[in-house]
């Protein structure tokens, strides 16, 4: 059973899961600055095996196609990843800061 931590927002400070900017990083992730200028990397079979479709997470192995996004776009309430295989990932920004897994938000130092 995975635990996902959300942030709540705090009264008078930015939206904890609102993004500031979304960019790639490098070749192999897309990178969010969020208001709170937390910086979260996500590595693009992570997110992958993250979509909220159920199918991705319990497939054995990724296809190179099924790693590498062909679109990123930001909407209002989610990130849409548009894979290079065609299927589309929708992350709800709140799910997608979740699903963090820097050292701060995995309980490290």
Partial sequence: MTIKKLSIPLLGQPDPNV???????????????????????????????????????TTEEVAPAAAWPKDVAREAEALQVTWADSHVSRY????????????GCMGGH
């Avoid at 490098?26 to 600055?33: E, K, N």
């Avoid at 709800?92 to 050292?103: D, H, K, N, S």
Wanted: glycine share 8%; aromatic share 10%; proline share 8%.
């Fill in 19 to 57: 993004p500031a900017d979304v960019h790639l990083v490098g070749r192999y992730a897309i990178g969010v600055t969020w208001a709170d200028q937390h910086g979260s990397i996500y590595p693009f079979e992570h997110l992958r095996r993250s979509c909220t479709c159920g199918l991705c997470a």
């Fill in 92 to 103: 709800p920004y709140p799910e997608l800061r979740a699903i963090c897994r820097c050292a």
